[in-house]
């Protein structure tokens, strides 16, 4: 069947959960109730311009996510786009799932005017490096938080 990339809608609740879920598990984190509450009304909320979701679905069933935000950016005159989170269930991977998202993405920000995209990943996540290093570019930066 034909994967289709679409946007969240409130009806995708319960399986984008799911597929957040193993989202942060993957890298071993973990949110609040209210982080997932929160979270999902945002992404749905038509005032809530500055970040989006869309899903991966096929044969009826959500298969992938990914998150973005649109954001200034100091060194550009236009925004740039953060691709937060990206995730496809187990048994979707390498079906190019992963791969339309981010390509949804580049469409999303192309037309918002924010054409910078980036992400991050963790060094140890050498099979969705693969598919990154074919469409985006590794940069020289670490990241640090506090």
Known sequence: MTLNIRPLTAADEA???????????FY?????EEVYTTTFRRLIDPEHTERGALVAEKDGKL???????FHAHNWRVE???????L????DARGTGA?????????????ENGTPAVY??????????????DRIGSLTPFIKYQR
């Open 79 to 85: 925004d740039v786009t953060y691709l937060q989170d």
């Open 28 to 32: 071993e984190s973990e949110v609040s």
């Open 119 to 132: 992400w991050t990943t963790q060094h140890f996540n050498e099979t969705a490096r693969k598919l990154y």
């Open 87 to 90: 995730f496809v269930s187990e």
């Open 98 to 110: 992963g791969r339309a998202l981010i390509e949804a993405v580049y469409a999303l920000a192309d």
């Open 15 to 25: 399986e984008w959960r799911e597929l957040w879920s193993g989202y942060l598990t």
């Open 63 to 69: 298969v992938g996510l990914v998150h973005y935000i």
